[in-house]
């Protein structure tokens, strides 16, 4: 997967490129769909949701720039395979599923594993988690109308966010870098996620 699918396509980041060799990606997906595990595509893991594609975890993994210390929010725990590919690039990862079904599972699968550093909230990840604030780096995995107000207020100074933002079934990949409390966005590439629901996304 990784020297067919994501090298070609650019990824180059060192780090993340381990990361994507060590986690097997198999292990987060119901039996029913892991035959399909190291193809380059969204596959359902039930209750509505995805596991990403892998080039999109990379890429996004890739955009965060970690270097190892990092306190990491994810919003859209899903699986937990995006999670335990922060876990092993980044300090402390604290990531929130709405679906408290899915972050129970992915509770388990994470704790399986071995990974004390990512830490599961189950509830609506657009408010983030302000009593552990402020974050060095946020990743949105489902698909926002735009940013979270609160995310922003929780992203570190000189922290970076990254997040699809867009239609509900069309978006534009942003890294946004946070320069005296206001959002400097970078557009990378065209993508499809979930909607993100909650109070500052989509409305269920």
Not at 34 to 44: H, I, K, L, N
Not at 64 to 69: F, I
Not at 132 to 146: G, L, M, N, S
Request: proline share 5%.
């Amino acid at each position: 997967m990784v020297d067919t699918q994501l090298v070609p396509r650019g990824i180059r980041d060192e780090p993340v490129l381990l990361a994507m060799k060590k986690v097997q990606r198999h292990i987060f997906m119901p039996e029913s769909t892991r035959s399909a595990a190291y193809e380059d595509r969204a596959v359902p893991i039930g209750e509505g949701q995805t596991i990403s594609q892998p080039y999109m975890v990379a890429i996004m993994s890739e955009l965060l720039e970690l270097t190892g210390s990092e306190k990491v929010l994810e919003i859209g725990t899903g699986s937990g395979y995006q999670a335990a590919i922060l876990g092993e690039l980044a300090g402390d990862v604290y990531t929130i599923e709405r679906v408290s079904a899915l972050a129970e599972s992915a509770g388990r699968t994470l704790e399986s594993l071995g990974y004390k550093n990512v830490h599961v909230f189950a509830g609506d990840g657009t408010l983030g988690l302000e009593d552990k604030a402020p974050f060095d780096r946020i990743i949105i995995t489902a698909a926002a109308p735009e940013i979270p107000a609160p995310l922003v207020n929780q992203l570190r100074e000189g922290g970076i966010l990254v997040v699809p933002v867009g239609e509900r079934y069309s978006q534009v990949l942003l890294k946004g870098r946070k320069v005296r409390g206001e959002i400097v966005k970078e557009s990378y590439t065209n993508c499809a996620f979930v909607p993100l629901i909650g109070e500052y996304g989509w409305k269920e």
